[in-house]
């Protein structure tokens, strides 16, 4: 059972800087799912639709990313540790969410319904104040 743990969240002024971590355990040795779909992060706010915000290939490392959050936000990965890292700079108001640390999806799930996003984590809250 593969399970994810996030770590980082909480609260900063407008403008600052938080560093998200998401640690992944569980996959087994044949398992090519890490290598072969995305890791990486969704947010939600009270009262709005869930949002991808970015997600990295194990394999190659190739990155996606949410519009608002482009120029902002960089995902990266220690592929040894299992880990992925979502430095977030510049952050505002509107990044106010819970973020949610997610594994084993084609990045088009960033953008679009309907694609399978099997593994969650628990999240962690996030909040920017002005």
């Known amino acids: 059972q593969v399970q994810l743990v996030e770590s980082g969240g909480g609260s900063v002024e407008a403008g600052g800087s938080l560093r998200l971590s998401c640690a992944a355990s569980g996959y087994t040795y044949s398992d090519r799912t890490y290598i072969d779909k995305c890791m990486g992060w969704f947010r939600q706010a009270p009262g709005k639709e869930r949002e991808g915000v970015a997600c990295i290939y194990g394999e190659g490392g190739s990155t996606y990313y949410g519009d608002s959050v482009k120029g902002r936000f960089t995902i990266s990965q220690d592929n040894a540790k299992m880990t992925v890292y979502l430095e977030m700079t510049n952050l505002k108001p509107e990044d106010t969410a819970l973020y949610y640390c997610?594994?084993?999806?084609?990045?088009?799930?960033?953008?679009?319904?309907?694609?399978?996003?099997?593994?969650w984590g628990q999240g962690t809250q996030v909040t920017v104040s002005s």
């Open positions: 997610a594994a084993d999806f084609d990045a088009l799930a960033l953008y679009y319904s309907g694609y399978e996003v099997p593994y």
